[in-house]
């Protein structure tokens, strides 16, 4: 059965970074868009990224943009997110999730991770 497992988050101070990564099983890796999206204390679950197959479209949310990074290794099957210069607010339940055309909500992606925490302290 398909699996997403993601790994890489933790505790950092604001202004510090994660990489969060998603290792993905029982699936066409190459074949799927790839998204991340997060959950905070008290909200719905967003958007924060997505990459197309190759990994040469990325898109962010506008909250994230400039400071994220999603990349993707078709060889590892396995997807990416570097997060730079965090900040408090970005402190949620990071998950990552599969996409068979590009999508961009939750009711999009066909498959999902588990979550990861990732808390950013200010």
């Known amino acids: 059965q398909v699996q997403l497992v993601e790994s890489g988050g933790g505790l950092v101070q604001a202004g510090g970074s994660l990489r969060l990564s998603c290792a993905a099983s029982g699936l066409s890796f190459s074949s799927y868009y790839m998204g991340w999206f997060r959950r905070a204390p008290g909200k719905e679950r967003e958007f924060v990224s997505g990459i197309n197959r190759s990994g040469g479209y990325k898109y962010y949310a506008d909250s994230v943009k400039g400071r994220f990074t999603i990349f993707r290794d078709n060889a590892k099957n396995t997807v990416y997110l570097q997060m730079d210069a965090m900040k408090p607010e970005d402190t949620a339940v990071y998950y990552c999730?599969?996409?068979?055309?590009?999508?961009?909500?939750?009711?999009?992606?066909?498959?999902w991770g588990q979550g990861t925490q990732v808390t950013a302290s200010s």
């Open positions: 999730a599969a996409s068979k055309t590009i999508a961009r909500t939750v009711g999009e992606f066909d498959y």
